[in-house]
């Protein structure tokens, strides 16, 4: 078995992932290597999930029975376990969503709502990256359709990373939003978030950071960041579907206006107008995921015991060691970063000639699943003169053994396609 320094006890942490011990295919094991579209769940989520429905499902807020007052302690419960873990200065700056990309839908719709000085209109602008999921692409493109804001992007440098080199230029006295991802779910890059965030104050504009893809795999501290927003999604950091958390500034939270109206959000209604609650309620209309936010909070509990530095240094062991065996498959070329330093473990490449559907369909006959496609990254693809991707994304419980099974599967898609 290949040993390689910073690695976790992966052989004590697959154990609490039932599903790694699936057959698939007659029998294979299965090797799941697609933890950028979504991680897989420990028990201790499951056993979370499986309690609160067992045990304490009600609706939350204003009950005045104890179902109601369980469930409602859970789920606040839930919000501080967040609040701790991205180190945010108040647990009312952490407002629950759906996912990421309604995180993301709910800033712009703020924006484009608000008042001054926040608010973007015809003679604004907005900053995004050509590397963004499209979650962080086409709410901006609405908001910059709806009121004629003009939206301008960075570029990227044929070795996957921003083309900074005309910074001052694209974002400018006009510029109200800068909104991009810290790491690229597409190519891994992790972008120089100082950098970026030193401009943007320079001139006045706002910074919202896409983190789905930072959350789960490195420590997030919202106040070293110093962004004004931060969005990020539960399904990658072994939480369940359905939750997602957008983190803002509590002046910001206080002066912009709602996205959503309906139940919990209100403080006040009559016939002719509403007052409404103070964040986060104000931006959580209607029945919330609590289910959802309970299990998050497990996956919070969990990933904090083991330690995010250490799931960092885990990660950074094995994307160095899959980029140095990708390097060994004849015809391989990786899309992005071609070094471990300044990635994330998410590896897109081609493979000669051969289509990553067909590459992607061939590895799951051998049990190994990753992902195939835009990777709802298109502008990236486009950037390389490419059709899609395949894409390999490692985790915390993902092993050498498993970047060794996927070497060995490209090979096999290489000797197979002749």
Not at 91 to 105: C, G
Not at 325 to 352: C, H, K, M, Q, Y
Not at 359 to 374: M, P, T, Y
Request: net charge negative.
């Amino acid at each position: 078995m290949t040993q390689l320094p910073g690695l976790l006890d992966t052989e004590a942490i697959r154990k609490d992932f039932p599903i790694l011990d699936r057959t698939i295919h007659d029998g294979k094991k299965i090797v799941y290597l697609d933890n950028a579209a979504t991680s897989q769940k420990p028990r201790q989520v499951l056993d979370a999930l499986n309690a609160y429905y067992e045990q304490s499902n009600a609706n939350v807020h204003r009950g005045v029975h104890v179902l109601a007052e369980e469930a409602t302690a859970l789920y606040e419960g839930a919000r501080d376990k967040v609040a701790a873990f991205i180190n945010a200065p108040s647990r009312d700056e952490v407002i629950f969503t759906k996912n990421a990309s309604e995180s993301l839908n709910l800033v712009a719709n703020m924006l484009g709502w608000a008042d001054e000085p926040y608010r973007v209109d015809a003679e604004t602008e907005i900053v995004i990256t050509e590397m963004e999921h499209h979650s962080n692409i086409v709410p901006w493109q609405l908001l910059s359709q709806r009121t004629g804001a003009k939206l301008k992007w960075f570029g990227i440098t044929d070795d996957g990373r921003l083309d900074l080199s005309d910074i001052d230029e694209i974002i400018t006295e006009k510029t109200k939003i800068v909104s991009f991802t810290l790491v690229s779910n597409i190519m891994g890059t992790v972008n120089p978030v100082e950098t970026i965030i030193r401009r943007a104050q320079e001139v006045g504009a706002l910074v919202c950071i896409d983190a789905s893809q930072a959350a789960p795999h490195m420590p997030l501290d919202v106040q070293a960041l110093q962004a004004d927003f931060v969005a990020f999604t539960g399904h990658k950091m072994v939480g369940p579907t359905g939750i997602g958390v957008l983190w803002g500034r509590q002046e910001l939270l206080e002066d912009l206006p709602p996205f959503l109206g309906g139940g919990e959000m209100i403080e006040t209604v009559s016939m002719s107008s509403s007052t409404y609650a103070p964040a986060p309620h104000k931006f959580e209309a209607g029945t919330p995921p609590i289910a959802q936010a309970v299990g998050l909070g497990a996956a919070v509990d969990y990933l904090s015991a083991i330690g995010m530095d250490k799931i960092a240094a885990h990660e950074h062991a094995i994307t160095e060691y899959a980029i140095k065996r990708l390097s060994e498959v004849e015809g391989l070329r990786i899309i992005g970063p071609t070094t471990s330093e300044d990635r994330g473990a998410t590896i897109s490449f081609t493979l000669g000639d051969i289509h990553p559907h067909d590459v992607g369909q061939v590895l799951d006959e051998l049990g190994i699943a990753v992902r195939v496609g835009h990777h709802c990254a298109r502008p990236v693809c486009l950037r390389y003169g490419i059709p899609a991707t395949t894409r390999a994304s490692f985790y915390l419980y993902s092993t050498p053994a498993e970047v060794d099974a996927l070497v060995d599967g490209l090979e096999h898609v290489r000797n197979f396609f002749g």
